[in-house]
């Protein structure tokens, strides 16, 4: 009687979602209890730093301790280390809005239960937010695509699984930023902002005209981690002005990069991520457009590539630079959930770096000092359609089965030695 009576409630919901193309205004959907803001605050001095735990006057004491850093005055011998996860692209398409609001709420949280655990293990997790958060446009369940491509569009209640899942930063530059025209791209960046998320790859000022913020510079463990937002790719860039464009989107271009990458340094910056939107949709080859211009953003002083807009995993490989650095590219990092339907746009990982900086007497080495992936696959699971689940049963709960079996060696082959898979360590 129980599935009958879902059925019956998904067959109405599906049947008014039609007829509400215009936006589904007639349908009211409550959006799902904010959690706790996200772990990270930004500072008067532009840089996000972890927030304190310690009490009503540890935000003093912080606050001492930063302006002492700033004057030199804190940088002790020894070795510090940073643990960040990468992902890419956090997609929030009809199916997906159809899954999370069968029951009259929205709840995204159940595609993101089982990594949960794995990102608190992390101090910083960032991702490729390929949607717009604009509730006075259409969402993407209720409106048809325009010039043959989808409208990517989700409610605030999206934000609200990001941050119960443990995301920290977004990169927003993407070929569905201008879906909903300026409005929806000053409306995304408000939500962002609002919700406490450190986000990069579009800006505004309260007039619509340009302001900085060209990166976002993190401080982790004593180790400041700037992240940068590209994209080579616009849909509907026809809904903005070529003056909006410009002022709005983080467009890729050698000299906006070299430049960028120099200014996010000269900030205090030690290491550099650049998330670059770039490659051809559902195929895993790399193109000569990827190759070109992740050896530029690496010469020009990146220290890790995330590249995302393929919907798949691509192959990876350290970019050797003239000043003899080796410089991670992940050339597509893949969707990270999705309602895509082929294996290939549901295979994916989570990108495992420890950064360590090493304080000595004469000079400061930083270096990537341990890099690995986590596989997982988006698959059905606990009456949701689309969950990213880790392949390995010690990062699972023990679940096995063939199609996580496959997926795993599918990966392996794509990543092909060049980092290992992470193993967790048993104590």
């Known amino acids: 009687m129980k599935k009958i009576k879902a059925a019956i409630i998904g067959i109405i919901t599906i049947v008014l979602s039609t007829l509400m193309c215009d936006g589904g205004a007639s349908i009211s959907y409550a959006s799902a209890k904010m959690p706790k803001l996200p772990r990270y605050e930004r500072r008067e001095d532009g840089v996000w730093y972890l927030k304190s735990t310690k009490g009503k006057n540890s935000k003093k004491k912080d606050d001492k301790k930063e302006l002492q850093a700033r004057e030199g005055q804190s940088e002790t011998y020894g070795k510090k280390t940073a643990v960040c996860m990468f992902t890419g692209d956090l997609m929030c398409l009809k199916g997906q809005?159809?899954?999370?609001?069968?029951?009259?709420?929205?709840?995204?949280?159940?595609?993101?239960?089982?990594?949960?655990p794995i990102f608190k293990s992390s101090d910083l997790v960032c991702a490729n937010l390929e949607t717009l958060i604009s509730e006075s446009?259409?969402?993407?369940?209720?409106?048809?695509?325009?010039?043959?491509?989808?409208?990517?569009?989700?409610?605030?209640?999206?934000?609200?699984?990001?941050?119960?899942?443990?995301?920290?930063?977004?990169?927003?530059?993407?070929?569905?930023?201008?879906?909903?025209?300026?409005?929806?791209?000053?409306?995304?960046?408000?939500?962002?902002?609002?919700?406490?998320?450190?986000?990069?790859?579009?800006?505004?000022?309260?007039?619509?005209?340009?302001?900085g913020e060209r990166f976002s510079i993190f401080d982790v463990n004593g180790i400041r981690i700037a992240v940068l937002s590209y994209t080579h790719l616009i849909n509907q860039r026809s809904k903005l002005t070529l003056t909006e464009l410009n002022k709005t989107v983080h467009q890729f271009s050698q000299e906006t990069v070299k430049k960028d990458i120099s200014d996010a340094k000269e900030n205090g910056a030690d290491f550099v991520v650049v998330y670059l939107h770039y490659g051809s949709e559902n195929v895993e080859e790399i193109n000569g457009t990827q190759l070109r211009d992740s050896k530029y953003v690496a010469e020009a002083g990146a220290d890790l590539i995330i590249g995302s807009h393929p919907h798949c995993l691509q192959p990876c490989e350290y970019i050797k630079t003239s000043d003899k650095r080796k410089v991670l590219c992940m050339y597509s990092i893949g969707n990270f959930v999705s309602s895509m339907a082929r294996d290939i746009n549901n295979d994916t990982v989570i990108l495992r770096v420890e950064i360590s900086k090493k304080v000595g007497k004469k000079k400061v080495t930083l270096k990537m000092s341990d890099v690995s992936y986590i596989p997982c696959k988006v698959m059905p699971k606990d009456g949701s359609q689309f969950v990213v689940m880790p392949i390995d049963i010690n990062l699972n709960g023990g679940l096995s089965g063939t199609s996580l079996k496959e997926a795993g060696e599918r990966i392996a082959n794509l990543m092909n030695g060049v980092i290992p898979e992470y193993k967790q360590q048993n104590n």
């Open 97 to 116: 809005q159809y899954d999370a609001g069968k029951k009259g709420r929205y709840d995204f949280f159940p595609s993101f239960k089982y990594v949960a």
């Open 137 to 211: 446009n259409p969402l993407t369940r209720f409106q048809v695509e325009e010039n043959g491509q989808p409208q990517c569009n989700g409610p605030k209640a999206y934000l609200s699984a990001l941050k119960k899942a443990g995301f920290d930063m977004f990169a927003t530059a993407n070929n569905h930023t201008c879906d909903w025209g300026l409005e929806g791209i000053i409306e995304t960046k408000k939500n962002l902002d609002d919700a406490g998320f450190a986000n990069v790859g579009t800006h505004y000022d309260t007039d619509g005209s340009a302001t």
